[in-house]
């Protein structure tokens, strides 16, 4: 079974410049989501899918940042423009929406992309 | 509201010799708690999880952990370290009673296994 996939695995902007994350989940996985990983601390929410809504996205900086799963498999982060602040690791997990019984139905993460703001 | 703390940023062992890191948490319904541990430009990889049944939930590479409800805990350990446990590692925790919520993380801890 193939693995969540992110693209790009290192990206380097200038503030201000856009940039743009591409998750792709594991297959027949519902749940998407995506963390913020900033140096030194651990994951933090910025936004849950199930299929192509969003079920959370209460820690999503609005102004600056978007994202979308318009057709329920794949997905984008954005951000535009980008700021010093928003150097991190960006990474997309996935999980089932109905596990099996025995399952807790953890997530299953990507490799992650590292992005750099100069 | 859910949280994490790792209360100790780093932790050094020499190979062989026991390990533990230490996790306690906060959440309002049934605690779903897990470790993962993340390796340099790697993503996560899940270690173990705690969902009920018996407090000692055994997992990859060795890995164990014990979950202590009275004392809020979760902490992860293995009987002989190796240098290559050496990683960061994350202990989250999510309201099991809430169906697919999202994982909340400690800022992790970084193990030394020094040969």
């Known amino acids: 079974e193939a693995g969540v996939a992110q693209s790009p695995r290192y990206k380097i902007i200038e503030k201000r410049q856009s940039v743009a994350f591409w998750c792709n989940p594991i297959?027949?996985?519902?749940?998407l989501y995506w963390y913020q990983q900033i140096l030194g601390q651990g994951p933090k929410l910025l936004i849950q899918?199930?299929?192509?809504?969003?079920?959370?996205d209460s820690q999503l900086p609005k102004d600056r940042f978007s994202a979308e799963r318009l057709k329920g498999v794949d997905s984008t982060l954005k951000i535009q423009p980008a700021k010093l602040e928003d150097s991190a690791v960006y990474l997309c997990?996935?999980?089932?929406?109905?596990?099996?019984?025995?399952?807790?139905?953890?997530?299953?993460f990507g490799p992650g992309t590292r992005l750099t703001v100069t | 509201a859910q949280s994490v703390a790792q209360p100790e940023d780093q932790v050094n062992v020499a190979e062989g010799n026991p390990l533990t890191v230490k996790c306690t948490y906060s959440?309002?319904?049934?605690?779903?708690l897990f470790w993962y541990v993340q390796y340099p430009n790697r993503g996560l990889q899940f270690l173990l999880k705690?969902?009920?049944?018996?407090?000692l939930v055994k997992g990859s590479y060795g890995f164990e952990a014990e979950f202590n409800k009275s004392q809020t805990s979760f902490h992860l350990k293995k009987p002989s370290a190796l240098v290559s446990d050496s990683a960061l590692y994350f202990c989250?925790?999510?309201?099991?009673?809430?169906?697919?919520?999202?994982?909340?993380f400690g800022k992790g801890t970084r193990l030394s296994v020094i040969a």
């Open positions: 297959s027949g996985h519902a749940t």
């Open positions: 959440v309002s319904g049934n605690p779903y």
């Open positions: 997990a996935s999980s089932p929406l109905y596990p099996p019984p025995s399952s807790t139905n953890e997530q299953y």
């Open positions: 705690y969902i009920t049944g018996d407090n």
């Open positions: 899918f199930q299929n192509n809504g969003v079920v959370d």
């Open positions: 989250a925790v999510r309201d099991g009673g809430r169906g697919n919520t999202p994982l909340v």
